[in-house]
Each structure stands twice: as C-alpha cells, then as structure tokens.
C-alpha cells in the first residue's frame, strides 16, 4: 500500500499555501508535481557533468551522454519494449503523434482511412486530420456509449483493409475510460493491416504497461504527467517499423554521412532525434522513472483504483453533480464534472479560493464536450500523492461553492 | 465621472473585501444585479475571443459618448466584464484610447486579474479599446 503522506513529504510544492489553505492539488491530468529526486538529479547534472551529448571526448560529454542513453534503458524496462533503440525521446506526447502522422502517413494511398475515437484528446486528433488533409486520407472515429466506454461493435464495422492506422487514447484525460487494449488489437490485426497506436498520456502515469503484452505497435507517453519535467516524452515503436521509417526532422546528430547533394541517416534512435536532444530533461524522466519504479506500478495502479472507488463514492453523493466518468468496474481516477446552472469556470474560481486546484475546460477533447452538449466541464485527477482527503476536500469546497454560485 | 474616478471607486470597494472568496462574491453580486442582456447581442460579432467562458461586449455610441452592454455565461466572468463595462461607459472614444491606466495593477482580483496575456480581462480590456480607437480615428 502506498504512504501517502510519506510520498507527499518528497514533493516540495506541498509546503505552499494557496489562498490561506494547504494546497489540495487534483490536476495531475493536466500535468503532475515534481519529487525533489527529479529536480535533483536535473540540478545535479547542471551542476556537475553538463555537456552536449554524442560530440565530446571529454570526461563531461561522455558522463552527460551515458546518463542520457541509460534512460533509454531505464524506459525499455519500464514499459518493456523489445529494445533500448526503440525509445525515441520527443519533447512530449504530441509531438510523438506529429512525428508518427507526418513518417506513417506519406506512404497511404488516397482514401485510406485512419480510425481514431470520439474521445480523444486534440493531440490524437489534429496531426491526423493534418495529414488526411495533405495526403487525402479519411478519419473515421469508433463511437463511445452511454457508458462512457468505446463501442466495440462499431469499431469492427469501421475496420477494412482500407484502415491503415488506429490511434487509441489508453487511458481517457476526460473519463477515465481504460479500452480495453488487447481486444481492441486483435480485433484490428484480424480485419486489417494497419498499425496500431496507443496513446499513453495518462495511462503510462498511472498503470502498468507492457507493450509486448498489449501486442501494440507505437506508443506516445509524455515525460511531465509522469513526474518527469517538461519538454521531454517518448515515443516507442517496433524496431522494424522504426527502421522502415524516414525521419521527420533533419540537422545534427540523426546523420551517418552528409554531403552537398545528399545525406544517409544515422541509425534508430538516432534517425529521429534531430539536433541537440532536451538532454536533461531525459535524465529527469530517468530520475522519474526510477521514483516511480521504487515504488512499483503494481502499487501506482491500485492505488488509482483505490482512489478512483472512493472518490467515485464521495463526488456522486453531491446533489445536482453531473459526472462524465466511466462506468466500467475499473477506470482512471478521473473526473469530468458539470453543474446545470452554474459554470465550470466558475466553480473552479470558487474551488481555487479554499486551495483546491482542477482544470475548467473542454480539457482538449473539444468534440466528444461538443457531443455531450457541454461548453466546459471542471475536472479533479488523482496521483500517487492524493488521498482520500483530498477527495473530501474537493467534496466540501464544491458544496460550499455551490451555495454562493447557485 | 471620470474613468480614473470610477476605477479608484472601484479599488476602494474591493479592497473592503480582504480575501479572493469575498472578491468573487462581490463580483457574483454585480452579475446577479447587473441589466438584462438582449438575446438578440449573444452573437459571435460581440464576443469577447480568449475568455475561458463566453462573454460579450456591446458598444453603443450616443452623443459622442460610448456605452456598454455585457454579458458571460459565467457569473465571476459576468461580475468583472460589468464592472468594466461601467468603467469604459458614458466615456468619449477619445478618452478611453488615452486612459493610461492599468486595470491589471489597480484591482487585486487574484487569477482572474493576472498579467497573462491569453487571460480574459485582458481580451476584455483591448475589446474596449479597440472599439474606441475606431471612432477616433
């Protein structure tokens, strides 16, 4: 079982004051806090070994550079990918999916179609449609049912051997939804040919993922929403489909020869990783991974379950709360809500003023808002540094607030 | 009165309230008070871009003077854009384009008022001086 107050005592934003209150902070969807081990270990290395990386022979660029490839391992383990060469560092989830559309997409033909779902987020969204645009391909999106889950026999009627890509969010930044991965591969590898990617924003946070298990083929995590900085994610990919791919951007470092009129790439993972890479944030997400590892996702994972049935309790006993959240047995610990009669901003400003910190919005997952009728909705997430009071918190502020708003 | 009068009656009156909660209760005050909106101006032409709500802002020019009209769908939102709204009323073009002051560092109003730039009063506040510098040009 996870010690909350012990895992609370390592992140040093919990010593601040919002509003004369101690901060109640339920917007890890949005990004979660740091633990002084990654701030550290960022710090350390500005201090004692910065230098550019893959360049030197010098005692500095060849520290800089081993703690820097090291993390390549460290996430192969965490994720267990096939091979440290299959990690590619981006600088977070959406420029994954920009690099995956702009590499993948070329090679399809005019009307290949590329299956994504109602409730993705924009970053899962747009670089699709950007490149449907340029490469006439169409976007078909699965259909999610009443319970907040994806139709399955929608998505076997969208699959043909048009389908070329299906992009899934694994976990939903808006219900907390949990597809259920291995059944939606099979499916899709039965009926087609086409890659399958898993958007692991929220579900690498918070759960245990093993890519050789789920059958996938890319995954998009981002570094910041895992207690890692910003400006720093992966994408991981299957060797052979790394090694079939052109690179996306050019410059140093992805190069093996270069001449006037012509160059050859570098090697996977060095092809897509143009340019001096956010070097020490990859170090960052190393110190990230390893907090994370200490204390084992097996214990992340249940303790988003645990959270996720007590504050499913606690928030559904609030009079005239509307919740977007999954109704399946297991889900993410997040939670999408509106009030009819008064605005998400609104309640968010309120809930501000007793230190409690949600997002109000539409979270970017602006149509699947749009479908439910919702111009915003407030949302409160929960990380392994969250418990069950924090969730009374919220509960309390948002029936104080109420009061005053209604 | 002028717009550095109004602005001072204004900061004497929030000041009275000593913390962010008491702040947003004043302004969900004036939005509950403030004049009935006309459905007919809750269009796309008098909406305010960069707020986190919706919310609109109707110039009206009358002898020489311009007005507003306002409105959000949220009540905090509603209570500032009222407040600003009465500021920037029953004022010239021209002196609304020259007013130097800042709002932003007038009004201690929390996050709403914060000097970001993609923040709503601020959208607020350049829609009003947009309005204006197009009747004194």
Redesign the interface.
Known sequence: MIKVTNIKKDFPIFERQI??NKLTYLDSGATSQKPNQVIDEMSDVYKNNNANVHRGTYVLSSETTSKYENVRSKFQKFINAYDSDEIIFTKGCTEGFNLLSNSLCKDFSEGDEIILSEIEHHANIIPWQMAAEKYKLKIKYIKVDESYNLDMNHLEELLSSKTKIVSIVGESNMSGMLPNIKEIVSSVKLKSDAIFILDGAQLVPHRVVDVQDLGIDFLCVSGHKMLGPTGIGVVWGRKELWDSMDPVYGGGDMIEEVHYDKATWAQVPHKFEAGTPPFVEAIGLGAAVDYLQNISMTEVQQHSDNLREYAKNKLENIDGLNIVHSLSKNAGCTFSMSVDG?????IS??L???GVAVR??HHCVQPFHRKLNL??TFRATGYIYNNEEDFDTLASAIEDSLK??K | MSIEDKVLRYKKTLNIFP???EK??YL?EQAKKSEDFPDELRIDEFKVNGC???VWLVPEEKDDRLFFKSDS?????KGLVTLIASIYSDEKPQDIANSKIDLMEEFEL???LSPARRNGAFSMLKTIREFALKLTD
């Open positions: 509003n004369g008064a605005h998400a901003t609104d400003l309120m501000d003023t007793y109000a919005g111009d915003a005053i708003l | 913390n962010p909660q947003y209760q969900i986190q709500s919706q769908d949220a009540l905090i939102a929390g996050v709403i």
